[in-house]
């Protein structure tokens, strides 16, 4: 290949993806995919409960927490160890294919579920340099597992859909994260009721479960054999035939001319340096910019808003007297019907005015969620039902975009690297909570505001081909991100 130079691969895994159409491949990849997303919501909704529980319990002698900060330092090791996570995947993803991030988180999480289930106490568990007798690196093993495989998740997912149905089956994809919330609570109504007592080492296995069983349907699945069709047409391997043979035989689409699909030769990753220097460029950064504000707002929302719901309850008067536990399965429950409001905007909106609206929507809900701070609870309640109505929109957009903007060499790398920005967000929202919740509501309202409008400079991808570009010679820039059609390959 000639140095400075980019060659269009030519179309053909896309064009027999919407021609073999959706069927019983998808959904094995959709399980797969969705189970990192169970296993990683449950395991920090969990961390967060038990993180709580020391909070509420204040007997020195078994926990030796002292003051707040210390206090938080399960969730910030948690979080920690999520952003690591998340910035990882990217070589994984890029270099090595979609199929082994996800193997490595699930099979990293259960070997840190085993870990956590062996230490005695809540403070070995919990606190790390915060308190220096208990260093601990456990939730943070679990986090960084779980943040492994959340971009490369998404990114396969979106690499086996058709064009028209991409959308709707990523916004679906927002089950996940509802019942990964459902599953932890559910597991603290049966084991942990009041979220404190002698039962929390059953909670650590229960989040292991939803791990063990992926890791295990993964190891039986056919779809796990082979990378996406999109990923090995890329690299120009010959594997790429084989995926969609076996796509066509599981949705039973017939015979499929696939002899136009043989690749020249094998193609190199692209390097680290290949994948910073597209991102950068001036037809990208103005897109990495928005995305990196949208998945800011996208964790600020989704981590610091869990602290409001518990309270929206109790202020609301509707489960009066119930359990903690009953609570956090009602907050997990009421996220149900936002999923179903995403999958009709993604499906029938284009995709910028969809995250318009939606981000619009959210932030008039959490300016709404003042009320409940100031003795206003019906106005702070009906705030939290259109924020959970129309957030899972906002999110499910935001996880789509990168799979849709950047090309198939990049594709990894561009998410893990902007999702690692929003990740800063779980990092500082205990401190901005702690000095003010009402300071915390007005920032979220001012970036779902500044988010709704940046998305505007994206290009509008609804319906169309994902980019798929070859490499370029080491040390030259890679022109992944460019939105000319002209450019637009499988």
């Known amino acids: 290949m000639v140095p400075g130079k980019s060659r269009e691969i030519p179309a053909g895994a896309e064009d027999k993806i919407n021609e073999i159409g959706f069927g019983l491949y998808q959904v094995h990849v959709f399980v797969l995919c969705a189970g990192v997303v169970v ?21 020195p002698t078994e926990y030796k927490v002292k003051g707040d900060l210390a206090q938080e330092a399960q969730m910030l090791s948690t979080y920690m160890g999520f952003a690591l996570g998340t910035i990882s995947s990217g070589f994984l993803g890029d270099y090595a294919g979609r199929r082994l991030p996800i193997f490595v988180a699930y099979l990293g999480m259960c070997c840190s579920v085993v870990g956590l289930y062996l230490m005695q106490t809540y403070a070995s568990l919990c606190l790390w340099a915060a308190v220096l007798e208990y260093p601990s690196l456990g939730f943070c093993s679990f986090g960084f597992f779980g ?9 396969a997912l979106a690499e086996v859909c058709p064009s028209k ?30 979220l404190v007592g002698k ?25 796990a054999r082979l990378d996406t069709a999109h ?7 010959l594997e790429s035939v084989k995926v969609l043979e076996l796509m066509a035989s599981m949705n039973d689409s017939g015979r499929v001319d696939l002899s136009a699909m043989a690749p020249e030769h094998e193609e190199k990753p692209v390097s680290v340096s290949d994948a910073l220097q597209s991102l950068t460029s001036r037809e990208n950064s103005l897109s990495v910019l928005a995305l990196s504000v949208m998945f800011f707002v996208k964790d600020l929302a989704f981590y610091g808003m869990g602290a409001f719901l518990p309270l929206a309850w109790r202020k609301s008067s509707v489960l009066e007297g119930a359990l903690p536990a009953t609570e956090l399965l009602c907050t997990a429950l009421v996220g149900v019907p936002g999923v179903l409001v995403a999958m009709i905007l993604i499906f029938s909106l284009p995709r910028r005015l969809a995250y318009a609206v939606a981000a619009g929507i959210c932030a008039i809900g959490v300016y709404a969620v003042h009320g409940i701070l100031d003795q206003q609870a019906l106005f702070g309640v009906t705030g939290v039902v259109f924020y959970k109505l129309f957030y899972p929109t906002a999110q499910m957009i935001t996880f789509l975009f990168p799979a849709e903007v950047f090309s198939t060499q990049i594709r990894v790398w561009s998410m893990s690297i902007i999702a690692f920005c ?10 901005i ?3 003010s919740q009402h300071l915390f509501l007005f920032l979220t309202m001012g970036f779902f505001v500044l ?18 570009l070859s490499p370029v010679a080491t040390n030259t820039r890679v022109k992944a991100g460019s939105c000319c059609r002209g450019n637009v390959g499988s």
């Open 39 to 59: 296993a990683e919501s449950g395991g920090l909704q969990t961390s967060a409960a038990l993180a709580s529980a020391i909070m509420q319990d204040r007997t």
């Open 147 to 155: 943040g492994l495989g959340i971009p490369a998740a998404f990114i």
């Open 165 to 194: 149905l991409r959308g709707v089956t990523n916004a679906a994809m927002a089950f996940a994260f509802c019942f990964g919330d459902v599953w932890c609570a559910l597991g603290f109504r049966i084991l942990l009721p009041e």
């Open 199 to 223: 039962a929390w080492h059953g909670m650590l296995l229960w989040i292991g479960i939803p791990p063990f069983l992926l890791l295990a349907f993964g190891l039986i699945s056919p779809v």
């Open 231 to 237: 990923f090995l047409s890329a690299r120009g391997q």
């Open 422 to 431: 929003g990740r800063m967000a779980p990092l500082a929202v205990p401190w």
């Open 433 to 435: 909570v702690h000095t």
């Open 451 to 468: 988010a709704s409008l940046l998305v505007w400079s994206l290009p509008e991808t609804k319906d169309t081909e994902l980019k798929t």
